[in-house]
C-alpha cells in the first residue's frame, strides 16, 4: 500500500528539499561483525526515485521534525542472565555507526533526511535510530512514514539477513514514548501486557495496532483483583521478535485518550515432562536413583578399581622396582648404613617360627582352595610372622580388623576401610543425604524412595569393587604365565627389570614377579560389637569369594578362639590350613631380648628370672627390652610390667573404672575364684569351676574373659577342659592381688556375702517345704514324707553351719581391713 501512495506524486507533497546535513551519530553498542548481503541497485531504480521526490514538493510552509525509527534484528535477544551472545558483539560508536550506513540509505531517503543520534537496545535485540526531515502541513501522507517506506523497501530488495538467527532486519515508526529501562530481571518475552491509563480499548482496536509487528496468539483482556488498579490486556504473539518490536514501538501510545503502558509478561510454560516426574515420585525417584548409580558405576568404579590395583601392586612405590632399588643400592646405602632390608622381622628368633613361615609360603605357592588362618594369643609373633612369610612376595595387601574396630561409627569404619584397600574417591556423605531425600520424599508422598543407602551397603561396594581390581590383577598373572605377549613398552620395561635382577639378585630364587593375590586380613574379630558385628561376616564371605573363583590367597590373623566357627560359615566344606602360635619356650624369649638388648649381652640370672616370669609373649619381651635399653634393671622393668598388668586386670577385670560394669558378662566376685585359684595353680579345672557356687553352670562368663584376654581356655577333644592365665604375665599380677591384703580381703567379704545369700534362700526354700508338708497331718506323718522332712531338715542344719562358717569369714575380711587402717 504504502509503495502505491508512494508512486503517486498526487498523494505525497510533504517533503523540502535543502542541503543535506552531516551525519551526527552517537551510539552505545553494536555488533562487532555484520553479514548483511546487499543486492545491487538498479540505476533506473534511482533515477525513478529522485523524480518521485521531485514531485512530492509543494509550496506549504517547512517545518523541521525530528523522529524514531525502531530497527529490529540488529542483535541477538537476552532471554536470560545466563545468555552471553551479548558479549560476541563490539560496544564502540564506528561499530553502530557501520551497522546504521549499512541499513539505512541516507542519500536515498527524501525529505531531507539526517540522523541524529543511534540508542542500541542489546537486551530486546533492536536499536533506536533517532532522526530529523523536512515536513510541511499541507501532506497528505505524513513524511515520516514516506521515510519509513524506503528504509523498508531498501531492507527488503537488499534482503538484510542476519548471520546470528538468519532472519532479516525490519524497520518500524516509533508511536509512542519508548522506555528506555535497563532493569536486570526483566527480558523480552512472547506475552506482553498493555495497561490502560484511560478508558478500555476493544480487542479490535488492541488487533489492529500490534499486528503489523507480527503475528498474534491470542489478545485477552482482564479485571485486576482491585478495581483500584487499571485493566490490562495480554497480548500474546507467535514470536518473541515480534513482541519486543511492539513493545519498543508502541509503549506511551495514546489512542482515544487511553495511554497504553507495555510491559513484557513472563509466560507460565507447563512442561509436560518435568510436570509428570513430580506427579509420580515413586516411579521417577527410584528410576533417578538408578540412573545415578549406573553413571557412578560407569565413571567413578573404574576409577576406584585402578587405585586399588595400584594400591596391590605398589605401581606408584619405586621400592618395587629393581632399577630404584639398584641405583639406591650404589648410591644412598652407600652412605647409610642403616639403610638395609629387615622385612625378616624378630620371627627368626626361635626356630618353629621359621618352620611355620615355610608352611605358609608353600601354600602360597599352590592355586587357593581355602583359607590360611593363623591364630594365637595376643603378642604370640602372628603378624611378624606372616609379614615375613610375605615379605619376598609382591600383590600383597593388607587390612587391619583393629584398626576397624577402634572406629567410633559405621561411616568412619567405612572410611578406613576404603583407605586401607586404596578405593579412591568416597563418597560417605553421599549416605547421609539419601536418607534425607528419602525422609523428605517419604514426608511428602507418603512412601519411601529407597534411595537409603546404609553404610554396610556401602562396605558391600568397596569390597565388589576390590574383588573386580583384585580379579584384573590375577588376570594379568595368568597372561604372564601363559607367555601371552606384551606391549612393546612393557616388554622393554620388563627386559630392563630381569636384567638388573640377574646382575644384583642372583640367587633370590623366590622372588616371583608373577603371583596371585595375597590379602591378609589382620586380627580379624578383634573387637566383637553391635557397631562393626555385621563387618566380620561381610569379609569373611568376600575372602570366601575370592579363594571359590581363584582371584587371591587369603590369610586370616586373629587372636580370637572363635575364628574357625566363624570362618567355617562361609566355607562349611573345606578345611582351613590352620597355624596355631603358642608362647615362645624360655631358651628362645632369652635369645630374643639378649639379641634386642646388644649382640654381645649375656643373661643373668635376674634376666633370666624376669624372662621366665613374662614367658614367651612376644609384646611383653617387647616391652622389657625397651625399659632396659633405657638403663632399667631387670627387676625394676619386671615390676613395672606386672604392675601395670595388675592394674589393667583390675580395671577391665573387675570393672572398677568402667561407666557401666553391667556390660561385663561376669561379676567381680566370680572372676576373683579364677585369679585365686590360677594364683596358686598355673592351671585349673574348668568344669570343677563352672559347676561350683558361684558360676552355676554358666559358661558365658568364662567365654566373656576369655575374649577379653583375662583367661585362655583350653580345648580337648573341641570341649572345654582347662583354664589358664590370659598370657604368662598375668600369673605374676593375680599373685600380687592375692597378696595384697586388702584387696583380697574386700573381695573375700564380697564372695562370703554372695553366699550367705544364696544359703538363707536355700535355708528359705526349706523352710517352706517343710512347713508345706507338716500341715496336711495333724499327728505323726506317713514314712514317705516323713523321710523327706528328715532330709530337708538335715539340709537346713548344713546349710545353718555354712553361714556360721562364712560370717565368721565376713567377720575376718572385715577385721583385715580395719587392721590395715593407718589413719594417714
Same mark, same amino acid.
Given at each position: 500500500?504504502?509503495?502505491?501512495?508512494?508512486?503517486?506524486?498526487?498523494?505525497?507533497?510533504?517533503?523540502?528539499?535543502?542541503?543535506?546535513?552531516?551525519?551526527?551519530?552517537?551510539?552505545?553498542?553494536?555488533?562487532?561483525?555484520?553479514?548483511?548481503?546487499?543486492?545491487?541497485?538498479?540505476?533506473?531504480?534511482?533515477?525513478?526515485? =529522485?523524480?518521485?521526490?521531485?514531485?512530492m514538493?509543494?509550496?506549504?510552509?517547512? +517545518?523541521?521534525?525530528?523522529?524514531?525509527?525502531?530497527?529490529?534484528?540488529?542483535?541477538p535477544?537476552?532471554?536470560?542472565?545466563?545468555?552471553?551472545?551479548?558479549?560476541?558483539?563490539?560496544?564502540?560508536?564506528q561499530?553502530?555507526?557501520e551497522?546504521?550506513?549499512?541499513?539505512?540509505?541516507? %542519500?536515498?531517503?527524501?525529505?531531507?533526511?539526517?540522523?541524529?543520534?543511534?540508542? &542500541?537496545?542489546?537486551? %530486546?535485540?533492536?536499536?533506536?535510530?533517532?532522526?530529523?526531515?523536512?515536513?510541511?502541513?499541507?501532506?497528505?501522507?505524513?513524511?515520516?512514514?514516506?521515510?519509513?517506506? +524506503?528504509?523498508?523497501?531498501?531492507?527488503?530488495?537488499?534482503?538484510?539477513?542476519?548471520?546470528?538467527?538468519?532472519?532479516?532486519?525490519?524497520?518500524?515508526?516509533?508511536k509512542?514514548?519508548?522506555?528506555?529501562?535497563? #532493569?536486570?530481571?526483566?527480558?523480552?518475552?512472547?506475552?506482553?501486557?498493555?495497561?490502560?491509563?484511560?478508558?478500555?480499548?476493544?480487542?479490535?482496536?488492541?488487533?489492529?495496532?500490534?499486528?503489523?509487528?507480527?503475528?498474534?496468539f491470542?489478545?485477552?483482556?482482564?479485571s485486576?483483583?482491585?478495581?483500584?488498579?487499571?485493566?490490562?490486556?495480554?497480548?500474546?504473539?507467535?514470536?518473541?521478535?515480534? =513482541?519486543?518490536?511492539?513493545?519498543?514501538?508502541?509503549?506511551?501510545?495514546?489512542?482515544?485518550?487511553?495511554?497504553?503502558?507495555?510491559?513484557?509478561?513472563?509466560?507460565?510454560?507447563?512442561?509436560?515432562?518435568?510436570?509428570?516426574?513430580?506427579?509420580?515420585?515413586?516411579?521417577?525417584?527410584?528410576?533417578?536413583?538408578?540412573?545415578?548409580?549406573?553413571?557412578?558405576?560407569?565413571?567413578?568404579d573404574? $576409577?576406584?578399581?585402578?587405585?586399588?590395583?595400584?594400591k596391590?601392586?605398589?605401581?606408584?612405590?619405586?621400592?618395587?622396582?629393581?632399577?630404584?632399588?639398584?641405583?639406591?643400592?650404589?648410591?644412598?646405602?652407600?652412605?647409610?648404613?642403616?639403610?638395609?632390608?629387615?622385612?625378616?622381622?624378630?620371627v627368626g628368633?626361635? =626356630?618353629?617360627?621359621?618352620?611355620?613361615?615355610?608352611?605358609?609360603?608353600?601354600?602360597?605357592?599352590?592355586?587357593?582352595?581355602?583359607?590360611?588362618?593363623?591364630?594365637?594369643?595376643?603378642?604370640?609373633?602372628?603378624?611378624?610372622?606372616?609379614?615375613?612369610?610375605?615379605?619376598?612376595?609382591?600383590?600383597?595387601?593388607?587390612?587391619?580388623?583393629?584398626?576397624?574396630?577402634?572406629?567410633?561409627?559405621?561411616?568412619? $569404619?567405612?572410611?578406613?576401610?576404603?583407605?586401607?584397600?586404596?578405593?579412591?574417591?568416597?563418597?560417605?556423605?553421599?549416605?547421609?543425604?539419601?536418607?534425607?531425600?528419602?525422609?523428605?520424599?517419604s514426608?511428602?508422598?507418603?512412601?519411601?524412595?529407597?534411595?537409603?543407602?546404609?553404610?554396610?551397603?556401602?562396605?558391600?561396594?568397596?569390597?565388589?569393587?576390590a574383588a573386580i581390581a583384585?580379579?584384573k590383577?590375577?588376570?594379568d598373572?595368568?597372561?604372564h604365565?601363559?607367555?601371552? &605377549?606384551?606391549?612393546?613398552?612393557?616388554? #622393554?620395561?620388563?627386559?630392563?627389570? *630381569?636384567?638388573?635382577?640377574?646382575?644384583?639378585?642372583?640367587?633370590?630364587?623366590?622372588?616371583?614377579?608373577?603371583?596371585?593375590?595375597?590379602?591378609?586380613?589382620?586380627?580379624?574379630?578383634?573387637?566383637?560389637?553391635?557397631?562393626?558385628s555385621?563387618?566380620?561376616?561381610?569379609?569373611?564371605?568376600?575372602?570366601?569369594?575370592?579363594?571359590?573363583?581363584?582371584?587371591?590367597?587369603?590369610?586370616?590373623?586373629?587372636?580370637?578362639?572363635?575364628i574357625?566357627?566363624?570362618?567355617?560359615?562361609?566355607?562349611?566344606?573345606?578345611?582351613?590350613?590352620?597355624?596355631?602360635?603358642?608362647?615362645?619356650?624360655?631358651?628362645?624369649?632369652?635369645?630374643?631380648?639378649?639379641?634386642?638388648? /646388644?649382640?654381645?649381652?649375656?643373661? %643373668?640370672?635376674?634376666?633370666?628370672?624376669?624372662?621366665?616370669?613374662?614367658?614367651?609373649?612376644?609384646?611383653?619381651l617387647?616391652?622389657?627390652?625397651?625399659?632396659?635399653?633405657a +638403663?632399667?634393671? =631387670?627387676? %625394676?622393668?619386671?615390676?613395672?610390667?606386672?604392675?601395670?598388668?595388675?592394674?589393667?586386670?583390675?580395671?577391665?577385670?573387675?570393672?572398677?573404672?568402667?561407666?557401666?560394669?553391667?556390660?561385663?558378662?561376669?561379676?567381680?566376685?566370680?572372676?576373683?575364684?579364677?585369679?585365686?585359684q590360677?594364683?596358686?595353680?598355673?592351671?585349673?579345672?574348668?568344669?570343677?569351676?563352672?559347676?561350683?557356687?558361684?558360676?552355676?553352670?554358666?559358661?558365658?562368663?568364662?567365654?566373656?574373659?576369655?575374649?577379653?584376654?583375662?583367661?585362655?581356655?583350653? +580345648?580337648?577333644?573341641?570341649?572345654?577342659?582347662?583354664?589358664?592365665?590370659?598370657?604368662?604375665?598375668?600369673?605374676?599380677?593375680?599373685?600380687?592381688?592375692?597378696e595384697?591384703?586388702?584387696?583380697? /580381703?574386700?573381695?573375700?567379704?564380697?564372695?562370703?556375702?554372695?553366699?550367705?545369700?544364696?544359703? *538363707?534362700?536355700?535355708?528359705?526354700?526349706?523352710?517352706?517345704?517343710?512347713?508345706?508338708?507338716?500341715?496336711?497331718?495333724?499327728?505323726?506323718? &506317713?514314712?514317705?514324707?516323713?523321710t523327706?522332712?528328715?532330709? #530337708?531338715?538335715?539340709?537346713?542344719?548344713?546349710?545353718?553351719?555354712?553361714?556360721?562358717?562364712?560370717?565368721?569369714?565376713?567377720?575376718?575380711?572385715?577385721?583385715?581391713?580395719?587392721?590395715?587402717?593407718?589413719?594417714?
Amino acid at each position: 500500500m504504502l509503495r502505491l501512495i508512494g508512486r503517486n506524486p498526487q498523494l505525497g507533497a510533504g517533503c523540502h528539499r535543502q542541503a543535506r546535513p552531516s551525519l551526527a551519530l552517537n551510539s552505545y553498542a553494536t555488533p562487532s561483525k555484520r553479514y548483511i548481503t546487499r543486492s545491487a541497485v538498479r540505476r533506473t531504480e534511482q533515477e525513478t526515485a =529522485a523524480k518521485e521526490t521531485e514531485s512530492m514538493t509543494s509550496g506549504g510552509p517547512v +517545518h523541521e521534525q525530528t523522529a524514531l525509527m525502531y530497527l529490529d534484528n540488529t542483535f541477538p535477544l537476552r532471554v536470560g542472565f545466563w545468555d552471553v551472545r551479548q558479549y560476541l558483539f563490539r560496544n564502540t560508536g564506528q561499530s553502530i555507526k557501520e551497522k546504521v550506513d549499512s541499513l539505512v540509505p541516507k %542519500d536515498k531517503i527524501p525529505c531531507e533526511f539526517s540522523i541524529n543520534e543511534a540508542i &542500541p537496545r542489546t537486551k %530486546d535485540g533492536g536499536a533506536f535510530v533517532q532522526f530529523k526531515y523536512q515536513s510541511d502541513t499541507q501532506s497528505i501522507i505524513p513524511a515520516s512514514k514516506l521515510i519509513m517506506k +524506503h528504509v523498508t523497501d531498501h531492507l527488503k530488495e537488499h534482503n538484510t539477513i542476519t548471520w546470528f538467527n538468519f532472519q532479516p532486519v525490519r524497520a518500524f515508526l516509533v508511536k509512542g514514548e519508548p522506555f528506555m529501562e535497563d #532493569l536486570v530481571s526483566r527480558y523480552p518475552s512472547l506475552k506482553l501486557k498493555v495497561e490502560f491509563q484511560g478508558p478500555d480499548l476493544t480487542l479490535e482496536q488492541l488487533y489492529t495496532n500490534f499486528r503489523p509487528y507480527g503475528r498474534i496468539f491470542d489478545i485477552t483482556i482482564l479485571s485486576p483483583a482491585s478495581k483500584e488498579l487499571p485493566r490490562y490486556a495480554i497480548v500474546q504473539f507467535t514470536r518473541m521478535r515480534a =513482541a519486543t518490536s511492539a513493545r519498543n514501538c508502541l509503549h506511551g501510545l495514546k489512542m482515544e485518550g487511553t495511554r497504553l503502558n507495555i510491559g513484557y509478561e513472563s509466560q507460565m510454560r507447563t512442561n509436560v515432562f518435568k510436570q509428570w516426574i513430580l506427579d509420580h515420585p515413586r516411579i521417577t525417584v527410584p528410576i533417578m536413583a538408578a540412573s545415578v548409580a549406573g553413571i557412578t558405576y560407569a565413571v567413578f568404579d573404574p $576409577i576406584r578399581a585402578f587405585f586399588i590395583q595400584a594400591k596391590v601392586t605398589q605401581r606408584f612405590n619405586p621400592d618395587e622396582y629393581a632399577l630404584y632399588r639398584w641405583l639406591r643400592r650404589e648410591t644412598w646405602a652407600r652412605l647409610m648404613d642403616h639403610d638395609r632390608d629387615d622385612s625378616g622381622g624378630d620371627v627368626g628368633a626361635w =626356630a618353629d617360627r621359621e618352620e611355620d613361615g615355610d608352611k605358609i609360603r608353600e601354600w602360597l605357592n599352590e592355586s587357593p582352595e581355602t583359607f590360611i588362618v593363623v591364630s594365637g594369643p595376643k603378642g604370640s609373633g602372628k603378624s611378624a610372622l606372616v609379614k615375613s612369610a610375605t615379605s619376598k612376595k609382591r600383590n600383597v595387601i593388607r587390612i587391619s580388623g583393629d584398626e576397624l574396630a577402634n572406629a567410633r561409627n559405621k561411616n568412619e $569404619i567405612t572410611t578406613t576401610l576404603a583407605k586401607q584397600l586404596g578405593y579412591y574417591p568416597v563418597f560417605t556423605w553421599v549416605s547421609s543425604m539419601n536418607q534425607l531425600i528419602d525422609t523428605l520424599v517419604s514426608a511428602t508422598t507418603g512412601q519411601k524412595a529407597g534411595l537409603s543407602t546404609t553404610p554396610d551397603s556401602q562396605i558391600k561396594q568397596i569390597l565388589e569393587v576390590a574383588a573386580i581390581a583384585l580379579r584384573k590383577i590375577s588376570a594379568d598373572v595368568e597372561a604372564h604365565n601363559d607367555d601371552q &605377549p606384551l606391549p612393546w613398552y612393557k616388554a #622393554l620395561f620388563a627386559k630392563v627389570e *630381569k636384567k638388573v635382577e640377574e646382575e644384583t639378585e642372583k640367587g633370590n630364587a623366590e622372588k616371583d614377579h608373577a603371583q596371585l593375590p595375597i590379602v591378609i586380613i589382620d586380627n580379624y574379630l578383634y573387637r566383637e560389637s553391635s557397631v562393626n558385628s555385621a563387618l566380620w561376616d561381610e569379609l569373611a564371605e568376600w575372602a570366601a569369594l575370592l579363594v571359590e573363583n581363584g582371584i587371591a590367597h587369603v590369610i586370616f590373623v586373629s587372636a580370637n578362639v572363635g575364628i574357625t566357627k566363624s570362618l567355617g560359615k562361609v566355607m562349611p566344606n573345606k578345611t582351613f590350613e590352620n597355624i596355631m602360635l603358642s608362647d615362645a619356650p624360655l631358651e628362645a624369649s632369652i635369645s630374643y631380648v639378649t639379641k634386642h638388648l /646388644a649382640d654381645d649381652y649375656e643373661a %643373668d640370672d635376674a634376666l633370666k628370672k624376669a624372662v621366665g616370669v613374662l614367658g614367651g609373649r612376644l609384646t611383653d619381651l617387647e616391652l622389657l627390652v625397651q625399659k632396659m635399653r633405657a +638403663h632399667a634393671s =631387670a627387676e %625394676d622393668a619386671l615390676d613395672d610390667i606386672v604392675q601395670r598388668n595388675m592394674i589393667e586386670i583390675r580395671k577391665y577385670g573387675f570393672g572398677e573404672e568402667l561407666q557401666d560394669s553391667d556390660e561385663l558378662s561376669w561379676s567381680g566376685i566370680q572372676f576373683w575364684q579364677v585369679v585365686k585359684q590360677l594364683a596358686s595353680e598355673n592351671i585349673m579345672n574348668y568344669e570343677e569351676l563352672k559347676w561350683g557356687a558361684f558360676f552355676k553352670g554358666a559358661d558365658k562368663p568364662f567365654q566373656g574373659m576369655e575374649h577379653a584376654e583375662l583367661i585362655t581356655v583350653v +580345648h580337648r577333644d573341641g570341649w572345654p577342659h582347662a583354664i589358664r592365665a590370659g598370657k604368662p604375665v598375668y600369673q605374676a599380677a593375680f599373685s600380687r592381688l592375692v597378696e595384697d591384703s586388702v584387696f583380697a /580381703a574386700t573381695m573375700d567379704l564380697q564372695s562370703y556375702n554372695y553366699l550367705i545369700t544364696i544359703t *538363707k534362700d536355700d535355708i528359705k526354700s526349706y523352710e517352706e517345704e517343710i512347713d508345706k508338708l507338716s500341715k496336711p497331718f495333724s499327728g505323726r506323718a &506317713p514314712r514317705e514324707v516323713e523321710t523327706r522332712i528328715r532330709y #530337708l531338715l538335715k539340709k537346713l542344719a548344713d546349710g545353718q553351719k555354712a553361714i556360721e562358717s562364712y560370717e565368721a569369714e565376713v567377720k575376718k575380711s572385715k577385721d583385715m581391713i580395719s587392721n590395715s587402717w593407718s589413719g594417714k
